[in-house]
């Protein structure tokens, strides 16, 4: 069984920072891209940030030059690091993977359970 456990949501002021994190665990063979994605009350999921096995990266028009995302191979974890947040960042924010599974060596799409983001004005 495989799972994806995100940390590190809560409320902040407009202009703050905030990171999270989310850490791969179980029957992993390996971990292909890594992603955050979010969603506010009324609206669609969209995608946030994505990143590669290989460390390539994309963004969010909305989030460019104000969140990185990051990760650690070993640990099987993604960051985001969300700097000069913004009240319309506000949203519940979900960590996703594609997740090549053992003994299968299927790959899997997983979603954690999401974490609030929250930013006041």
């Known amino acids: 069984q495989v799972q994806l456990v995100e940390s590190g949501g809560g409320l902040v002021q407009a202009g703050g920072s905030l990171r999270l994190s989310c850490a791969a665990s179980?029957?992993?063979?390996?971990?292909?891209?890594m992603g955050w994605y979010r969603q506010a009350p009324g609206k669609q999921r969209e995608l946030v940030a994505v990143?590669?096995?290989?460390?390539?990266?994309n963004y969010a028009n909305s989030v460019k030059g104000r969140f990185t995302i990051s990760r650690d191979s070993a640990k099987n974890t993604v960051y985001l690091q969300m700097n000069s947040l913004k009240p319309e960042d506000t949203a519940v924010y979900y960590c996703?993977?594609?997740?090549?599974?053992?003994?299968?060596?299927?790959?899997?799409?997983?979603w954690g359970q999401g974490t609030q983001v929250t930013v006041s004005s």
């Open positions: 996703n993977a594609e997740i090549i599974r053992l003994p299968s060596r299927v790959p899997f799409n997983y």
């Open positions: 179980g029957s992993i063979f390996s971990i292909n891209d």
């Open positions: 990143i590669t096995s290989g460390g390539s990266t």
